[in-house]
T-cell receptor, first 113, second 112 residues
């Protein structure tokens, strides 16, 4: 099976930098994804890391260390609109073929003035 | 505009009744998924379909059923056998070799 751990809540001020960590245990691993979900809304894709290292997309960056089963999402120049839940998800083989995502329980980010 | 639609957004049912949630996509994606989300929790996979007329149970399939008669459509039936059906249900789709899943707006089901 798979298990993921991420902090339940993080608070930061507008303009700051925040890092959301994710550790995972899984049998079979293709990569680590990050999704953003605003209250009552649909999750939206932020990033995917299959290889070790840092991937940067605008204000957001994501890091993966396969040897440490660890990744993080880095959000820079925080804005009020970044207040949302952030989920890490491991992409793993599916027993019936193909692959699936297993999600963590999410980190609620609150951005304050 | 391409996307995924789910209807209705809110659904109320009496205990013991089956209910079907609709999911339609016009993204020409092969794979479709159903997830359940409970308050303060992550998404849990209910069912998964890679191609038409084929689907597979996810992690919490008990009490649910699906069909995939068309590429665009993947309806989910919540049966009376599902012991705690009140939840937020999300449908998603993706190209087979893609890393990104696209989600619909979700259906919030409340069983009274």
């Amino acid at each position: 099976g798979q298990s993921l751990e991420q902090p339940s809540e993080v608070t930061a001020v507008e303009g700051a930098i925040v890092q959301i960590n994710c550790t995972y245990q899984t049998s079979g691993f293709y990569g680590l994804s990050w999704y953003q979900q605003h209250d009552g809304g649909a999750p939206t894709f932020l990033s995917y890391n299959a290889l070790d290292g840092l991937e940067e997309t605008g204000r957001f960056s994501s890091f993966l260390s396969r040897s440490d089963s660890y990744g993080y999402l880095l959000l820079q120049e925080l804005q009020m609109k970044d207040s949302a839940s952030y989920f890490c998800a491991v992409r793993v083989p599916f027993t019936g073929g193909g692959n699936k995502l297993t999600f963590g329980t999410g980190t609620q980010l609150k951005v304050e003035l | 505009d391409g996307g995924i639609t789910q209807s209705p957004k809110y659904l109320f049912r009496k205990e013991g009744q089956n209910v079907t949630l609709s999911c339609e996509q016009n993204l020409n994606h092969d794979a479709m998924y159903w997830y359940r989300q409970d308050p303060g929790q992550g998404l849990r996979l209910i069912y998964y379909s890679q191609i038409v007329n084929d689907f597979q149970k996810g992690d919490i399939a008990e009490g649910y059923s699906v069909s995939r008669e068309k590429k665009e459509s993947f309806p989910l039936t919540v049966t009376s056998a599902q012991k705690n059906p009140t939840a937020f249900y999300l449908c998603a789709s993706t190209k087979i070799d893609s890393n990104e899943q696209f989600f619909g707006p979700g259906t919030r089901l409340t069983v009274l």
